[in-house]
């Protein structure tokens, strides 16, 4: 690494630890990101055809994370349109371009796969990178499927986004974090949904105290494996995901 490269990299450190301590650009990004979840943001962008429901911020930490962890699988619990496993394919493809595992593949489980949604993802050209399981992704047979999938993988990436209840995401996180790899990420999405009233939601189930962050802290009160990546957060400031960038130390 020469002294340039050095120079901006600690340029680049100095700076996520200041974001870390500002409190004032915090409650800005804060503010912007409850009034973008009021207004149905994140609905309105789409990834290589297909639409992906998901902070475009939280998009770029993604990105950088398949590409330290170089995953050779990357499993995913809610579906939705398929934005999300159309990315996961396209950053593996990538990745394989550049010399990471060429046989990669994501897999996705959701409790009800819509035929319409299942007819674009089996007809996008990336879907030879994807399989999907239909059904409760904490039933018990689901979560044997999965594992299953997971026999011989060497390097897991894992990422919940679909119930966002405490009870769920809690069964989630002990079905599926111990899947995840040394060095690679669990991550927990909507985790927000902690620090903003339940209205902003839309009235489903999940609010504050049951929520993916809640899920998260008692998860991880016996599980110190994991540890929370405040750099992540701290890099972003506008995300969907404070506290659910967990890293497996060991």
């Known amino acids: 690494m020469n002294d ?5 990299e600690a340029e680049k450190i100095a700076r996520i630890e200041a974001y870390g301590k500002d409190i004032k650009f915090q409650k800005q990004s804060h503010d912007w990101l409850e009034e973008s979840m009021r207004k149905y ?7 290589l055809g297909r ?3 998901q902070n475009p911020i939280d998009m770029v930490a993604m990105q950088e994370i398949i590409w330290e962890v170089k995953p050779d699988l990357i499993i995913e619990t809610g579906i939705a349109h398929g934005g999300s496993l159309i990315f996961s394919a396209s950053m593996l493809v990538l990745n394989a371009a550049c010399g990471g595992p060429e046989d990669a593949e994501v897999l996705g489980i959701d409790i009800d796969i819509r035929a319409h949604n299942r007819k674009a993802i089996e007809e996008h050209p990336l879907f030879k990178h994807i399989s999907m399981i239909e059904g409760s992704s904490i039933a018990p047979d689901i979560i044997a499927q999965v594992k299953e999938k997971a026999k011989g993988k060497k390097r897991i990436l894992v ?4 119930n ?10 002990q079905a599926y974090a111990p899947l995840t790899s040394v060095g690679s990420y669990c991550v927990v999405f909507d985790t927000f949904v902690e620090d903003v009233p339940a209205d ?4 489903r189930p999940w609010h ?3 929520s993916p962050k809640s899920a998260v802290h008692e998860y991880l009160k016996t599980h110190p494996e994991f540890e929370i990546d405040k750099n992540i957060q701290n890099k972003l400031m506008i995300t969907l995901v404070p506290d659910g960038y ?3 130390a060991y």
């Open 4 to 8: 340039f490269v050095k120079q901006f």
């Open 41 to 47: 943001y994140v609905y309105n962008f789409s990834w």
């Open 51 to 53: 639409p992906i429901i």
């Open 159 to 162: 990422c919940m986004d679909s």
């Open 164 to 173: 966002h209840t405490h009870e769920h995401v809690l069964a989630e996180l």
């Open 200 to 203: 902003v939601f839309h009235n």
């Open 208 to 210: 504050p105290g049951n």
């Open 246 to 248: 967990l890293k497996r």
